[in-house]
């Protein structure tokens, strides 16, 4: 139990604080987006007298920010998973076998130029339309998915 207690805390304070500290050298080196997220957050800031919840989940640009970071920058290099039965895989003669450790990285998902043009560069926009997300299968997966999804 005190394991867990301390994994929670040290992988919320450092993929916290390692998404902030990429986000904010983005907008450093890319003024005009910089000069956007500051106008959403002083006019959100206006509009509810201060700081307040709803206020911060009203700040799409924020969060588009938020989820170019975690594709360019993803906080973690793989991600690891077990085979819990044999699988062949569509259009091959390729069959993962149970038991198999299975590691998907997220680097060539994340800067696959299919899914994301010019995946070097830092476009927000890119996430305007968090529905049109892994439409065309599983590639943008910064905290995985399924039932192993982080739960930070």
């Known amino acids: 139990m005190m394991a867990q207690a301390l994994q929670f805390f040290a992988a919320g304070f450092e993929t916290v604080s390692g998404t902030l500290s990429f986000t904010l050298y983005e907008l450093w080196v ?8 500051r106008t959403e957050i002083f006019d959100n800031f206006e509009k509810h007298d201060g700081i307040a919840c709803e206020g ?14 975690l594709r360019k920058y993803p906080v973690l290099p793989f991600l690891d998973r077990t085979c819990l039965r044999d699988y ?7 069959v993962i076998e149970k038991d ?16 994301f043009p010019q995946p070097q560069k830092y476009d927000p926009q890119r996430f305007a339309d968090k529905c049109k997300i892994n439409n065309e299968g599983l590639y943008y997966v910064p905290f995985g998915d399924g039932p192993r999804i982080c739960i930070e």
């Not at 198999?100 to 899914?115: C, G, Q, S, T, W």
């Open 56 to 69: 911060v989940s009203e700040m799409k640009f924020l969060d588009m920010c938020i989820a170019e970071t």
């Open 30 to 37: 890319n003024l005009q987006l910089q000069e956007r997220l």
């Open 100 to 115: 198999l450790d299975v590691y998907i990285p997220m680097f060539a998902l994340h800067y696959n130029p299919e899914f």
């Open 88 to 94: 062949k895989v569509e259009n091959s003669d390729l």
